[in-house]
């Protein structure tokens, strides 16, 4: 499975961006999808998980209520919605696959990786 993010850019505290993960291959559906970040000098962390139906989902605290994750099977794509946006957002960002179906929020279940897109939050 190859993966590519995108839809990283610069915005202001407050603000809204839409970050897109495009997948190849034709089992993308039966793969958990998620989501992670890293800060400079942080360690990459878990931002969101939705399991291969997109009926299930998870979330790190710290985003919980202002980020959605979503996937479309027909497309091969899985979605982050991040609103209301500050500082602390600002990272790279991650998304990868797993071979299990279920939402997964550890790092070494995750088998692939895709490049990464930054998002700046400016205050």
């Known amino acids: 499975v190859q993966l590519q993010a995108s839809g990283g850019g610069l915005v202001q505290a407050g603000g809204s961006l839409r970050l897109s993960c495009a997948a190849s291959?034709?089992?993308?559906?039966?793969?958990?999808m998620g989501w992670f970040r890293q800060a400079p000098g942080e360690e990459r962390e878990f931002v969101a998980a939705?399991?291969?139906?997109?009926?299930?989902?998870g979330y790190a605290d710290s985003v919980k209520g202002r980020f959605t994750i979503s996937r479309d099977n027909a497309k091969n794509t899985v979605y982050l919605q991040m609103n209301s946006l500050n500082p602390e957002d600002t990272a790279v960002y991650f998304c990868a696959a797993s071979r299990l179906p279920t939402v997964v929020t550890t790092k070494r279940q995750y088998a692939y990786w895709g490049q990464g897109t930054l998002v700046t939050v400016s205050s």
């Open positions: 291959g034709r089992t993308f559906s039966s793969y958990g």
């Open positions: 939705i399991n291969w139906s997109g009926g299930s989902t």
